[in-house]
Structure formats: structure tokens, C-alpha cells
């Protein structure tokens, strides 16, 4: 995966917190448990919730560690070492920075108003959501109190060296994607249809899961013409090998790979609350080979794969 090296990056659509992190607690259920299937087999996947769960509301200021008094974040680092396509082709957090870019630019053109933009908040260690306290152990997450993604950037060398995956790039971009599918659903009212808590192989939990695999697929479809403010993609080149790549990390964050292998070493598809492997796989492939979100309805099939 390649950027327009000429491309001008927009760090507006992340929150820098790293180093002014820390635990806490908020109200509503994180949607994902890190959106890639760390189910409790590795790390704690629901955030602890007061008083039940929120679906909806805005942004809640003071809701994360991080945040000046005056309710900013303090990105001028970022800002400074992330200006083009250049430095996201040399630098994973610059990646991140383009990707949450494209990958917002894409659902607003699918959405039109309907889209409301929403930050990616990079956290180290730990980190005060409107859904509870969050840590580096619970890899990638959405918030949908907040309407906000938070990521520690380390997870992406865990996925690598714990879980085995080839990593790269695109693989990266694709875990972003499908946190920012867990935002569309939320705004679409798609979360409403699930019954917090619920698991097994057809529950709502996992659809919603394999929705968002779905819609990160018809992100990677459009992602090469996607404009940004210019006119011209961000997205220089995406290839096969990239497409391989994002396969055999959906392969390897299935329900089914994480209990075997890093679990207790048996299958019980009743605890499934992201899908299995072939499921994953599947649903990605599918919103990358129609670019359709149409094409990712899971709630009204009865055949996941």
C-alpha cells in the first residue's frame, strides 16, 4: 500500500494523547472489544460499565485523558511530522492519520450528511472513554457515547508478533476501517438491533462484527479513487499481496484462531461475539470485491458463511 507521496495530510481527524493517558470510568458499551476479535481469551474486551449502556449522545468533553483545560489536544507534534503522503508512507502514526482521512472522505461521499465525521484518539497504556476505562490490552475500540475510536498504536505490532499476522501497511488501514464501520452503524441506528452482551455463531453481536469487516471491504474497493480536499486520492496503490495481507489478519483475529491458539485450545462457537475466521474472511471479501454496503447486510441472512 502506497500513498500519493504529494498529498497533503489532515491531522484534524485524530486526538494525540499518548503519554497524558489514564483509566476511568463513563457510561455505554464499547463496540468491537477491540474491533478485531481480542475476545476475553487474551484481554479484557468490554469496557466495565456504570449504569448500562448508551447507544447514542455526543461527544463528552472530559470524557478521555488528554484534553487541555480548555478541552483541546495538543497535536503539534503530529502535525509537524505528519504533512504528506511522503511521511504516511514512512511512518505507521502518519499512516493512520491518511487512512482515518480516506476512510472518512469515502463514507462521506457514500452518506452525504447522514456522515458526521468523527477522531481516532491515540492513547498509551490507558484512557478515560464515555464507556468506561480503556487500556492498551484492549486493542482498537469505538465508543459509541462518544462517537470516538481509540487506538494504541503498539497494537499493531502485537497483531504481528502475538497473533502471527504478516501485518503491513494495509492491514492497518483495515483495522481502522472497520472501527470507523462500527461509527456508521451507530449513526445509521444499526447497534439498536443488537441486545448487549449476547454471543454465538448468529447472535447480533457477531452480524454487527461481520458487518464491519464488510464495510471496511467497500472502503478498500473505492480506496485508490477516493478524493481527498484536492481532488485526488490519498490512496496511491493498494495490491493483491495488501488484499492477502488483510485475509490472514481476519483469519487470525476469528473467534475460532483466537480460542484454539491462544485460548484454552477448544472451540465454543457459543461464545463467538465476532465471528470465525471463514466468516471474516468472507465478509471482507465481499465488501471488497462489490464496493457495495448494500451487499454487507448480515442481519437478514441466515447464511454468515
Given at each position: 500500500?502506497?500513498?500519493?507521496?504529494?498529498?497533503?495530510?489532515?491531522?484534524?481527524?485524530?486526538?494525540?494523547?499518548?503519554?497524558?493517558?489514564?483509566?476511568?470510568?463513563?457510561?455505554?458499551?464499547?463496540?468491537?472489544?477491540?474491533?478485531?476479535?481480542?475476545?476475553?481469551?487474551?484481554?479484557?474486551?468490554?469496557?466495565?460499565?456504570?449504569?448500562?449502556?448508551?447507544?447514542?449522545?455526543?461527544?463528552?468533553?472530559?470524557?478521555?485523558?488528554?484534553?487541555?483545560?480548555?478541552?483541546?489536544?495538543?497535536?503539534?507534534?503530529l502535525e509537524q511530522s505528519c504533512r504528506t503522503?511522503?511521511?504516511?508512507?514512512?511512518s505507521v502514526e502518519c499512516a493512520v492519520v491518511?487512512?482515518?482521512?480516506?476512510?472518512?472522505?469515502?463514507?462521506?461521499?457514500?452518506?452525504?450528511?447522514?456522515?458526521?465525521?468523527?477522531?481516532?484518539?491515540?492513547?498509551?497504556?490507558?484512557?478515560?472513554?464515555?464507556?468506561?476505562?480503556?487500556?492498551?490490552?484492549?486493542?482498537?475500540?469505538y465508543c459509541p457515547a462518544d462517537h470516538l475510536?481509540?487506538?494504541?498504536?503498539?497494537?499493531?505490532?502485537?497483531?504481528?508478533?502475538?497473533?502471527?499476522?504478516?501485518?503491513?501497511?494495509?492491514?492497518?488501514?483495515?483495522?481502522?476501517?472497520?472501527?470507523?464501520?462500527?461509527?456508521?452503524?451507530?449513526?445509521?441506528?444499526?447497534?439498536?438491533?443488537?441486545?448487549?452482551?449476547?454471543?454465538?455463531?448468529?447472535?447480533?453481536?457477531?452480524?454487527?462484527?461481520?458487518?464491519?469487516?464488510?464495510?471496511?471491504?467497500?472502503?478498500?474497493?473505492?480506496?485508490?479513487?477516493?478524493?481527498?480536499?484536492?481532488?485526488?486520492?490519498?490512496?496511491?496503490?493498494?495490491?493483491?499481496?495488501?488484499?492477502?495481507?488483510?485475509?490472514?489478519?481476519?483469519?487470525?483475529?476469528?473467534?475460532?484462531?483466537?480460542?484454539?491458539?491462544?485460548?484454552?485450545?477448544?472451540?465454543?462457537?457459543?461464545?463467538?461475539?465476532?465471528?470465525?475466521?471463514?466468516?471474516?474472511?468472507?465478509?471482507?471479501?465481499?465488501?471488497?470485491?462489490?464496493?457495495?454496503?448494500?451487499?454487507?447486510?448480515?442481519?437478514?441472512?441466515?447464511?454468515?458463511?
Amino acid at each position: 500500500m502506497r500513498y500519493r507521496e504529494s498529498g497533503s495530510l489532515d491531522t484534524s481527524g485524530v486526538r494525540d494523547t499518548r503519554g497524558r493517558s489514564g483509566l476511568g470510568g463513563g457510561r455505554g458499551i464499547a463496540v468491537g472489544g477491540g474491533g478485531l476479535g481480542l475476545v476475553g481469551l487474551v484481554v479484557v474486551v468490554l469496557l466495565q460499565v456504570l449504569g448500562g449502556g448508551d447507544g447514542g449522545g455526543g461527544a463528552a468533553a472530559g470524557a478521555f485523558s488528554g484534553l487541555g483545560q480548555d478541552g483541546t489536544v495538543d497535536n503539534s507534534a503530529l502535525e509537524q511530522s505528519c504533512r504528506t503522503g511522503a511521511d504516511a508512507n514512512e511512518s505507521v502514526e502518519c499512516a493512520v492519520v491518511a487512512d482515518v482521512e480516506s476512510i472518512q472522505d469515502y463514507w462521506t461521499g457514500v452518506l452525504g450528511q447522514q456522515y458526521v465525521p468523527t477522531e481516532t484518539v491515540f492513547f498509551t497504556g490507558g484512557v478515560q472513554t464515555a464507556c468506561g476505562a480503556g487500556s492498551s490490552g484492549s486493542g482498537p475500540f469505538y465508543c459509541p457515547a462518544d462517537h470516538l475510536v481509540y487506538i494504541d498504536l503498539t497494537f499493531f505490532d502485537q497483531l504481528r508478533q502475538q497473533f502471527g499476522a504478516q501485518g503491513g501497511l494495509f492491514v492497518d488501514a483495515y483495522v481502522l476501517a472497520h472501527e470507523y464501520g462500527h461509527h456508521v452503524q451507530n449513526l445509521l441506528g444499526i447497534n439498536a438491533r443488537v441486545t448487549p452482551g449476547e454471543s454465538g455463531p448468529t447472535s447480533g453481536t457477531v452480524r454487527l462484527e461481520l458487518q464491519a469487516d464488510c464495510f471496511a471491504g467497500t472502503w478498500a474497493h473505492h480506496a485508490e479513487t477516493v478524493p481527498d480536499d484536492s481532488g485526488e486520492p490519498l490512496i496511491a496503490d493498494i495490491t493483491d499481496d495488501d488484499i492477502d495481507r488483510a485475509l490472514d489478519a481476519a483469519a487470525r483475529i476469528g473467534d475460532d484462531f483466537i480460542q484454539e491458539n491462544l485460548g484454552s485450545g477448544t472451540v465454543d462457537q457459543e461464545a463467538f461475539t465476532h465471528g470465525s475466521s471463514q466468516q471474516r474472511q468472507r465478509w471482507f471479501r465481499t465488501g471488497y470485491e462489490t464496493g457495495d454496503p448494500s451487499a454487507c447486510d448480515t442481519f437478514s441472512t441466515d447464511d454468515l458463511g
